[in-house]
């Protein structure tokens, strides 16, 4: 799979992050940004790239295989 769009460093972190932790509210505590800040970026991320990046389910965040892959690039 080839991702168009590059992310930038802020975009991979929180990825990385919200795959790390499968929760949007753990991965913004961690890097110091709201969960609605949070929530907003990564929602224009995946616009951005075309692709979803996480299955959400009950609260949990699964990486897709596209965000598998964008959390492991960096």
Not at 11 to 19: N, S
Not at 30 to 44: E, V
Not at 56 to 71: D, F, Q, S, V
């Amino acid at each position: 799979m080839q991702i168009e769009a590059q992310p930038s460093l802020d975009d991979w972190l929180l990825v990385a992050r919200v795959a790390e932790h499968a929760s949007l509210v753990s991965a913004a505590q961690r890097l110091g940004i709201s969960h609605a800040t949070a929530f907003r970026r990564l929602g224009t991320l995946e616009q951005r790239l075309g692709v979803r990046l996480f299955e959400r389910r009950a609260g949990r965040y699964a990486p897709t295989a596209a965000g598998e892959a964008l959390a492991e690039a960096g």
